[in-house]
């Protein structure tokens, strides 16, 4: 089959598992989970069938494997939507597929597939857990199965469509669509225990926040739309003429071009959806949600497409800008906000105790460091970085999901009341849960960029080089700060919960998962490790060139030119190692003695720790600045104030006035006029009849004495008249 | 041959005689003997306007049996509400029959 079909038909099999599982099979777990992973595979499949298909394409990026349809007639031309795959899209395909497919088979286990429904399991709350008797007749208790099994596979499914659809059109309003699917599956994943009140008000939030940036994306798609007359990928940024334009025309605020109006405007959507300060507050409580969802939506695909689309709009971002000059406005604000993010979120992520917490401000974080690459134009970089990060965050995420299981079985087990997921009450889970623990080091690893063997090195590294060969020092040193944090919370996180003793029963019943759940962790962590091999920059020293930089080639090709690797120097690869080592270390020295669960770091850092464990009060500020205000403009001004009084003020007022006029209209014209001159006419009918009533005697023959006489006497008064005549 | 007019004063006088009788006699029956009576005196109007005007046109002859005809209907009808009415109230009389009565 050619390539362009199954580009076509990539996005399908999710949806219509997604469909069926809706409709038909919503109470059957294993025929829904049958399907949703055969949609996913088939998706998986196809994905891999084209991306080599494309990886060997000559020319690839002048000549992408693409098709197109009219879609909406507007006027003259037709809106057309279409699929293409280019060099960009190619390698995002590839992770996309990989991470969702895996993400897919370890739900299974994560949601207790083949385990006893618990019997005060309820939809909407995370399941309790079954009592079960072995044959010696002790009562175990065992994790039982999700009670939403069936629909926690429908709505991902749908997300995979989401996320396919987004990754392989070619235009920017079929983009926004698969966006804004994925906005709704964030919002009913979030909240899919919905039961929970911490979970419900996590969902609205996701929501909420992201919204911001979607409206200003939309501004900015309009807005193109305006300027460009089309919102194809390559009809825009293949138009030199057209670029030429918008990079030189004025938008009229701000100093900005057009291009760099645009493209901020897009840069805010991305804000919203990767949860780039400011609007990052969501997804750390989005981790409300299954461990499955917080994996997929909040770290491998969801929050990428964000960045992906970031790196979409490059062109404009960087319209009129050549290599070496200092950055266009747009630029800089795009590279303060990712290195600003990165640092920032690092910081936080250092005095969180939940172990999803920890990962999703470093999803943060790292996606700041993407954005950050975008800002200082190293557009190479940061692609490999969204690519290896969504693979190893996808280990770790689903690593950490398999350690809660894990310790939730101990929970059970023991039956103290203990937060599963809080690490202080982890420890010493080396033993207890082998492939998990050494899945999570090699993320960790990668997380931190452990020099030479890792992904997560050489991605980090060349964003760094980026950096340092822009120019941009201030960005380059928050950067490496951050990676220096990174390092040290990544490290934190293994010691608290792999390291040492256990630091509670819970911990020491702790079990190793399912396969479902390792298997996946396995693959993901080849990845982690093996996908940083495809972009080790050639003059890296003693090992640089003994693999080409295809990475760099490929998708530098989307540029027009070779991406060519700046001159080596040893100050980016040197800081990066400095920061990694250490930073590793520091965190193995501060935490490997914990006893109890009480942070060390908590007396050195005195109150700054508890800034940073409350995120620096964002919550709290925004509550103040903009709940608050929200809340009291519905509650006080427009229900209490403009509606009840002003609006049902003049309601009433216009009733009262009416009522007047009703009575007045009554009292002066029904009663005395209408009621008092029908009253006259029926009993003037009355008061005739009655008088013509002695007439009707009854008497035939006084009537025919009657008829005679009329008779005789009309004739008499005809023959009188007639004579006349 | 007897002049016309002797006809129709015949049939003014019979007319006359059931219009009294229709409107004097109490009993029912009696009334409808005077309608026969009104009846026949317009049979004998006919009658003498064919005979002395146009004998070649048989209208006259033709109406008079119709009017025989709806005669015999009429008394058919006219006895059976009668007896109708006698088994009802016992009586025929005309004037203890006003249930019409406004």
Known sequence: MAAETLLWLIPLPPLAAFILIT???????????????????????MSLFVFIKAVTRPNLAENPIAASINWLPTGETALRIGVQLD???????????????????????????????????????????????????????????????ARFFGFLSLF??????????????????????????SYLLIGFWYGKDS????????????????????????????????????????????????AVNPAGFLGLSQAGAIGLLLFIGTIGKSAQFPLHVWL?????GPTPVSAMIHAATMVSAGVYLAIRIFPLLTAGWEPGDVGTPAMIVVGAVGAFTALFAATIAVAQNDIKRVLAYSTISQLGYMIAAIGVGAYTAAIFHLVTHAFFKALLFLGSGSVIHGVEHGVMHSGEHVDPQDM???????????????????????????????????????????????????????????????????????????????????????QETPWTMTLPLLILSIFAVAAGW????????????????????????????????????????????????????????????????????KKTLGRLHGLLQHKYYFDELYTFLFIKPAIWVSEVFTSRWMDRVVIDGILHAIARAFLWLGKLVRQGFDVPVVNAGGDAIASGFKKGGAALQPMQSGRVQQYMVVMITVVMVFTAILLAILKLV | MIPLSWYLILSAALVCVGVFGVISRRNAIAMLLGVELILNAVNINLLAFWRYKDVSHVTGQVFTIMVITAAAAEVAVGLAIFIAVYRNKRTIAAEDVADLKG
């Open chain 1, 23 to 45: 409709l038909v099979t919503g109470k059957k777990k294993a025929l829904s989970h049958s399907l949703a992973i055969v949609g996913a595979g088939s998706s998986w499949l």
């Open chain 1, 87 to 149: 060099n960009l899209s190619a390698v995002v395909l590839f992770f996309v597929a990989w991470t969702i497919l895996m993400i897919f088979i370890y739900s299974v286990g994560y949601h207790n597939y083949g385990h006893p429904a618990g019997e005060r399991d309820v939809p909407g709350l995370p399941p309790h857990g079954a009592d079960v008797k072995d044959v010696h007749g002790h009562t175990h208790r065992v994790p039982s199965v999700e009670p939403m099994y």
């Open chain 1, 160 to 185: 995979a469509f989401a996320m396919y659809l987004l990754v392989v059109c070619d235009n920017l309003l079929l983009l926004y669509t698969g966006w804004e699917i994925m906005g709704l599956c």
């Open chain 1, 199 to 246: 979970a419900k008000k996590a969902a609205m939030k996701a929501f909420m926040t992201t919204r911001i940036g979607d409206v200003f994306m939309l501004l900015g798609i309009v807005f193109l739309y305006t300027q460009a007359g089309t919102l194809n990928y390559r009809e825009i940024f293949g138009n030199a003429a057209l670029m030429h334009a918008l």
């Open chain 1, 284 to 288: 750390p409580d989005a981790m409300e």
């Open chain 1, 424 to 510: 202080l009450n982890m420890g010493g889970l080396r033993k207890k849960m082998p492939v998990t623990f050494w899945t999570f080091l090699i993320g960790g690893l990668a997380l931190s960029g452990f020099p030479v063997i890792t992904a997560g090195f050489w991605s980090k590294d060349e964003i760094l080089s980026g950096a340092f060969h822009s120019g941009q020092i201030v960005i380059f040193v928050t950067l490496a700060l951050a990676a220096l944090l990174t390092a040290f919370y990544t490290m934190r996180q293994i010691t608290l919960t792999f390291l040492g003793q256990p630091r509670t029963e819970a911990a020491r019943h702790a």
């Open chain 1, 534 to 601: 495809s972009g080790i920059p050639e003059h890296f020293p003693l090992i640089g060139g003994w693999l080409p930089n295809w990475f760099e080639h490929f998708t530098g090709a989307m540029l027009g030119h070779e991406g060519e690797a700046p001159a080596f120097s040893a100050v980016p690869l040197l800081v990066s190692v400095i920061v990694s080592l250490p930073g590793l270390t520091l965190g193995w020295l501060v935490y490997r003695g914990v006893k109890i669960a009480v942070d060390p770091l």
